[in-house]
C-alpha cells in the first residue's frame, strides 16, 4: 500500500536538497525538491512527483556549527519539520512573502546577531585585554627592531607575530629588569651568537670601543672553529699591540679556558667580554691554553687606545734603480678613524718616495662596516667590494668606480692570519678578487655575517645579524675564512720595526724579496 505524499513527513536522507549557503544575511527558502516516494517494502516510485517543501531553518546551538562567517565561525543546520502538517494538502502548506519578510527575516537575523556577539566576545576574551605599559612599549621596540632587520626571515622557523603575543600575554615586564629578560629570551630564540641585547652601560661601552678606546685587557675574542685545537673555551682573535694581554705574551689562536676560575666552555663571547672589561686598575685572572701549555695570568685591566694605523718606510735591498721603497702600513681596527687615518699614512710614505705597499690586517678583528668600504675604496679604481645577502639571495652590492681612490695602481701586498675577521675579511677578499693585491699568510677567521647596532629609547641597545657577505667572487667566507695566495715564513713577525729586517736582510730566517712579496 502506497503512502500519500502530502501525508508523509519523508525521511530526510531521501530528500537530496540544495540548500543556498547563507552567510550573515539569511533568509528562509522553500526548497524545491526531488523526493522519491518510497513503498513499505523499500521500493521507489518512478515518476515522483517535484514539489515545493516548506524546510525551517533550526540552529541547534547544543549540537554541530558548521558555516563561516568572515572573523568568526558559527554552525548551523537546517532540520525539516514537517510533521505538524501532516495531513494537510501540499498546496495548501504556502506561506506568503509577507509573512517570510515578517517573521522568518526578523527571527534569522537575531539569531545570527546574538551568534555575531557570542563569537566576538570569545574573540576578544582571548586577544590582549589590558593596556600597554611602558616595559611592553619597549619589548615592542625590541621586536620590531628584529622584524625589520635581522636576516633571516624565518626567525630560525617560528612565527614572530605569534611570538610577540605570547610574550605579551605570559612574560613578566613589571620592571626595567623583567623586560631585559624578556627580550633577552626573545633574541635568544634565533640561536645567533652574535645578535645580542646591551643594556645601557654596555650599548655605551661598545660605541666608546668602536671610537677608539676601551677599558679592558686588549683582547679580541671568537668562538672557536674547526681549525682551531679544541671546541672547548673562547679563542683569542687577536691582542692589541701594547695591551696587557700582549704584554703578557697571549696572541691569536690561544684559547681562554676560564675567566676569573669561570670556565667559559658554555660561555658566550659577548658574556666574555663584560667579564674582560672593568674599572681602569681592577685586576681580572686568565687561564690560557697557549699550544700545549697552559697559563695562569692575571692582568690588570687599562685603558686600552686603538689608534688603527701604525706605518714605517722599509728600503729593499739594492742600489740605484734597483733600489726600492715600501711603505708597511699595519692597520689594526676599523674605528671611526681607520680610513682617515690610512689616506694620512699612505701620503705621508708617498712624500718619502714609496713606489709599493704593504698593507698588514693580520689580528684585525673588524670593526665597523663602513669604514672597511671605504679603505677598500682607497685602494680600487673600480668593481665590486662586496656583495650584502639575505637568506633570499644578494640584496645588495657595494662597489667603486675609483672616484676615492687614492692607491690604485701601486704593487700591494696584504697580510692575514686566523686574527683576520670580519670587516678585515671584507677588505682582504675584495682586494684579492679585483686582483688588486696578492694575499700571504694563512686562511682568516671566517666571520661572514655583518652586525648592525640599533639603540633603544631608553638607552639600551641591540646588535643584530642584518646581512651575511659575498667576496666579489661570491665567495661565502663564513666558517671558511679567505684563503691566501701564499703562506709567510714560519717566523714572519707581526710588528712593523721586525717586518723591514724581514725585507731588507736577505741573510733575514723571515727574508722576503720583493718578487716574493708582490707576485701571484
Given amino acids: 500500500m502506497e503512502v500519500l505524499p502530502s501525508s508523509r513527513v519523508l525521511p530526510w536522507k531521501y530528500c537530496p536538497a540544495k540548500f543556498l549557503k547563507n552567510e550573515l544575511q539569511v533568509s528562509l527558502r522553500c526548497v524545491r525538491t526531488e523526493c522519491g516516494i518510497r513503498t513499505r517494502n523499500g521500493s521507489d516510485r518512478k515518476g515522483a512527483s517535484k514539489r515545493n517543501i516548506l524546510v525551517q531553518p533550526f540552529w541547534n546551538l547544543s549540537r554541530n556549527f558548521s558555516a563561516k ?16 502538517y501532516r495531513g494537510i494538502p501540499h498546496q495548501k502548506i504556502n506561506f506568503s512573502e509577507e509573512i517570510r519578510q515578517k517573521v522568518y527575516v526578523p527571527l534569522v537575523r537575531l539569531v545570527v546577531g546574538v551568534m555575531l556577539v557570542m563569537s566576538l566576545s570569545v574573540a576578544i576574551s582571548k586577544s590582549t585585554s589590558w593596556a600597554l605599559s611602558e616595559e611592553n612599549l619597549l619589548f615592542l621596540e625590541a621586536w620590531r627592531t628584529i622584524d625589520r632587520a635581522y636576516v633571516d626571515k624565518s626567525f630560525n622557523g617560528q612565527s614572530w607575530f605569534r611570538y610577540r603575543e605570547n610574550a605579551l600575554r605570559n612574560e613578566p615586564m613589571n620592571t626595567r629588569e623583567e623586560t631585559y629578560v624578556a627580550i633577552k629570551k626573545m633574541l635568544a630564540t634565533l640561536d645567533d651568537p652574535f645578535t645580542r641585547f646591551l643594556e645601557p652601560e654596555k650599548f655605551k661601552s661598545l660605541r666608546s670601543g668602536t671610537q677608539g ?5 686588549g683582547l679580541s675574542i671568537g668562538y672557536p672553529t674547526k681549525l682551531d685545537d679544541s671546541s672547548a673555551g673562547l679563542v683569542v682573535v687577536s691582542a692589541a699591540p701594547g695591551g696587557p694581554a700582549n704584554r703578557a705574551g697571549i696572541s691569536s689562536g690561544d684559547i681562554i679556558l676560564a675567566i676569573d676560575d669561570t670556565s667559559t666552555e658554555t660561555m658566550g663571547i659577548y658574556d666574555a667580554a663584560d667579564r674582560l672589561q672593568g674599572p681602569e686598575g681592577s685586576s681580572v685572572k686568565l687561564t690560557i691554553r697557549s699550544g700545549p701549555e697552559i697559563k695562569n695570568l692575571d692582568l690588570v685591566r687599562e685603558k686600552v687606545s686603538f689608534n688603527p694605523v701604525k706605518s714605517r718606510l722599509c728600503k729593499l735591498s739594492g742600489s740605484g734603480k734597483d733600489s726600492s721603497k715600501i711603505g708597511y702600513i699595519k692597520l689594526t681596527s676599523f674605528n671611526q678613524n681607520a680610513s682617515g687615518a690610512v689616506k694620512e699614512a699612505i701620503d705621508t710614505l708617498r712624500k718619502s718616495g714609496v713606489n709599493a ?15 672597511g668600504i671605504e679603505i ?17 639571495g644578494v640584496r645588495d652590492v657595494y662597489d667603486t668606480d675609483g672616484g676615492s681612490a687614492i692607491a690604485p695602481s701601486e704593487p700591494l701586498a696584504v697580510l692575514v692570519n686566523k686574527g683576520t ?15 688588486r693585491a696578492v694575499l700571504l699568510g694563512e686562511p682568516t677567521f671566517g666571520k661572514g655575517k655583518i652586525q648592525s647596532v640599533f ?23 663564513d666558517k671558511v675564512g679567505v684563503i691566501p695566495d701564499h703562506p709567510l715564513p714560519t717566523l714572519f713577525p707581526k710588528d712593523e720595526e721586525s717586518f723591514c729586517g724581514c725585507v731588507e736582510d736577505a741573510a733575514s730566517a723571515c727574508y722576503l724579496n720583493k718578487v716574493q712579496l708582490f707576485s701571484r
Fill in 455 to 477: 639603540q633603544l629609547s631608553d638607552g639600551s641597545g641591540m646588535a643584530v645579524t642584518v646581512a651575511r657577505y659575498e667576496t666579489p667572487a661570491h665567495t661565502d667566507i
Fill in 69 to 84: 562567517f568572515g572573523l568568526f565561525s558559527i554552525s548551523y543546520r537546517f532540520i525539516p519539520k514537517l510533521s505538524k
Fill in 376 to 392: 677598500a675604496k682607497i685602494w680600487l679604481d673600480k668593481g665590486v667590494i662586496v656583495y650584502i645577502c639575505d637568506n633570499r
Fill in 421 to 435: 675577521a670580519s670587516a678585515s675579511e671584507i677588505l682582504a677578499g675584495a682586494l684579492k678578487d679585483n686582483k
Fill in 357 to 371: 705597499f704593504v698593507l698588514d690586517l693580520r689580528d684585525n678583528s673588524g670593526g665597523l662596516f663602513p669604514e
Fill in 213 to 217: 678606546a676601551l677599558t679592558g685587557v
